[in-house]
Nanobody, 126 residues
């Protein structure tokens, strides 16, 4: 079992930056990949970024590529999502995800992920 707690959401102006954190507990942090998804009102949950167990591989949705960076701190059992040049369309509830049901390295499909945090609201004002 893995428990996830997000933090760092809030209100930011368009063009600004924000860093989301997700603290993990339970299983050994280095044994599973981590990911971020987001869900805006009336829309499906969509993939944002993912990072492999050993943090050697990272993956990004086209919509955030070049503006965002995912990283993980093994000393703190925490994964981060740094978002820059935020746009109004980035506003959503951001969810942290851990481990893949198939045991794979990465997936952009939210149904493939095993564990989820409670979500952190990100609001971007124009």
């Amino acid at each position: 079992q893995v428990q996830l707690v997000e933090s760092g959401g809030g209100l930011v102006q368009a063009g600004g930056s924000l860093r989301l954190s997700c603290a993990a507990s339970g299983r050994t942090f280095s044994t599973y990949p981590m990911g971020w998804f987001r869900q805006a009102p009336g829309k499906e949950r969509e993939f944002v970024a993912a990072i492999s167990r050993s943090d050697t591989l990272t993956y990004y949705a086209d919509s955030v590529k070049g503006r965002s960076s995912i990283s993980r701190d093994y000393a703190k059992d925490t994964v981060y999502l740094q978002m820059n040049s935020l746009k109004p369309e980035d506003a959503a509830v951001y969810y942290c995800a851990a481990d893949l049901k198939s045991g794979g390295v990465y997936s952009s499909v939210y149904g493939d992920w095993e564990y989820w945090g409670q979500g952190a609201q990100v609001t971007v004002s124009s």
